[in-house]
C-alpha cells in the first residue's frame, strides 16, 4: 500500500571542540526526532548513504540503529502528542543555556481540567498517608470529566474500587473506605504498562532521571517539602543534585550498555518565581548538566503537557533516578517504577 508522505531521519557523526566551563557539550552523535504520523514510510539516512524503510502502521514507529553508540531505537510521538522531546547537541549545539532556556513552563490555566492532574503525586501521597483531603477535592475534579474517563489516575481509582456513584447527583466520587488507602503499584505499572504505543518510550540504553524543580526552589513551598521529607526546600536542594549525580553514575557504571541520560522535568517562569527563586533554578540546571555530560555525551530532554506521557516514560524505564525527598510525583514514579509488575 503506497504510503502518504515520509519522515526523514538524519543521523550525522560530528566531533565539536568543548569546555564545559563555558557550558559547550561534545557529542560525538546527532539524532533527529520528528513527529511520525500514522501510516508514514520512515527512513534512515547515513553519511554512508545507507537508506532503510520501514513501514509502519501503529501510532509509533519503530527505528533499529546498529551504531553501538546510538540508541538502538526510537520509537516517536504521535503527531497529537503534548511532548517536547529533544537533544543537546543537535537542537542546541552542545549549548547548555539554550538546552535551559528550551526547558517549558508549564502553567495550567484556572479552566484546563489537566491543572488538577498536575497534583497526581500528591494525590497518591495523600492517599497513603491518610490525608483523605488532599486527594479528594483533586479527585472528584477528574472523576466528573468524562473525557478524562482513560487516563492513568480514573482507571487506577477504579480498579481500586476506590470510585462510588454520588447518591445526589449519580456522579463518579473518590472514596477511601476508613480515610487511608493502601497502593498497589504493580497494578499501577500494569496500568501504564497498557499505554504502550500510544507514547514515546524508553529504551533500555538510558537512565530517565526526575527533576522536580520549579515552585521547590522557592521557600513559600517549605511547608510542602518537610510534609513530605521532614526537610526544608533549601536543604532538599543541597543534596538533591549529588544525589542524582551519584545514582546515575553507579547505574552506567555497573550497566556499560547504558550510554544516554534523558531528564524528564519541567520549570516555572518570573509569574511564579522570585528573582531569586529563579536564580537558583537556572544554577541547578546549570551545574547539574556540566556534571552529567562527564557521564553521557548523549542528553535528552522529555516533558510533556500530558502527565500521563512523563508517568509513563519513567515508570516504565528500566533504570531511573528519583529522588523522594524531591517531591510526590519522583517518588509515585519510583515506586511504580520499581515494583513488581508480574510481568
Known sequence: MKMPFAILFLITTAVHAGNLHHNRISLAKKHIIKVAPRHSTIQLRTQSATRHALQTDRRLSLVEMKNSTSLNRFEMATSNSRLTYYNLEHDCNGDVECFIDKIPEYSPTKDDPLRFYSRLGDVF???????????????????TRPHLDAKFLPIYLR?????????NSGEPNFAVSNGKGVHDYPLAKRILQGMHGKYMSPTPYEVVIHIRASDKFASFNDGTCVRTSG??????????????FSNT???????PEVKHITIVTSKKGNSHLNSSALATQHQFFQDLLINLSTLSKSINLHTSEDLDEDLYYMGTSKYLVAMDAAGNLSALARKIQSSDDHV
Do not use: F
Open 159 to 167: 480498579k481500586m474500587g476506590w470510585v462510588r456513584k454520588n447518591v
Open 231 to 244: 526537610m526544608t526546600c533549601s536543604q532538599v536542594h543541597q543534596i538533591y543534585p549529588e544525589y542524582i
Open 249 to 255: 553514575k553507579e547505574i552506567m557504571s555497573i550497566n
Open 125 to 143: 501521597w495523600g492517599i497513603e498517608n491518610g490525608d483523605i483531603n488532599l486527594a479528594e477535592t483533586t479527585c472528584n475534579n477528574i472523576l
